[in-house]
């Protein structure tokens, strides 16, 4: 079985540009999230997706940042523009519905801003 | 929101010695379920062990092992017969019973000492 796969797994960009991640979750997960990791803490959700409908993006800077899952299945996360602050690695996650459903993560995202 | 805390920022232990990992979480909810998560250094984080806050007893995965003491709170990880492939970050995580969020700790970077 496929795993998450996310791309590109590095980037640099100066601040005030934009970048994008994109992720394609395990076939047939229907619930998909992105989580920002800064160095030295635990993963912070920022959007989750349920099929292409958005669950919770509460903690997701949306003056900055934005999500989307078209269909429901691979889903692209966009920061425009970049801050420093938003040095960290990207982490998509999926999960199979219902019952007690691990998350399943890629390999990540890692975003340096200078 | 729920809050999980991991009190140990680092831990170390001796190759073949057993270790214990703290974590504690903050709820009112009755249903959830708890895991923990490894991360080793610049790997995906892939999970360790998972327990259903419904079941009594204890879940066990080969050399890991969780003491879940569901009145405190409490959801410690102990790894016995410690080998050097298990350096890395362990994340404690709850997840909601309905909703299907996901909260992690902060973590515990644990060294394994030949």
């Known amino acids: 079985e496929a795993g998450v796969a996310q791309s590109p797994r590095y980037k640099i960009i100066e601040k005030r540009q934009s970048v994008a991640f994109w992720c394609n979750p395990i076939s047939g997960h229907a619930t998909l999230y992105w989580y920002q990791q800064i160095l030295g803490q635990g993963p912070k959700l920022l959007i989750q997706f349920q099929n292409n409908g958005v669950v919770d993006d509460s903690q997701l800077p949306k003056d900055r940042f934005s999500a989307e899952r078209l269909k429901g299945v691979d889903s692209t996360l966009k920061i425009q523009p970049a801050k420093l602050e938003d040095s960290a690695v990207y982490l998509c996650?999926?999960?199979?519905?219902?019952?007690?459903?691990?998350?399943?993560f890629g390999e990540g995202s890692r975003l340096t801003v200078l | 929101a729920q809050t999980v805390t991991q009190s140990q920022p680092e831990m170390s232990v001796q190759e073949a010695e057993t270790v214990t990992l703290s974590c504690t979480y903050d709820?009112?909810?009755?249903?959830?379920?708890l895991f923990w998560y490894k991360q080793p250094p610049s790997r995906q984080m892939i999970l360790v062990i998972r327990q259903e806050a419904y079941k009594q007893q204890n879940a066990t995965e080969n050399r890991f092992s969780v003491n879940f003491q569901k009145a405190a709170k409490s959801f410690s990880l102990k790894i016995s017969d410690s080998q050097l492939g298990d350096a890395a970050m362990y994340f404690c995580a709850y997840r909601r019973f309905t909703g299907n969020q996901f909260y992690f700790g902060t973590g515990t970077s644990l060294t394994v000492i030949p």
């Open positions: 996650a999926s999960s199979l519905e219902p019952g007690p459903g691990e998350l399943f």
């Open positions: 709820t009112s909810e009755s249903d959830y379920y």
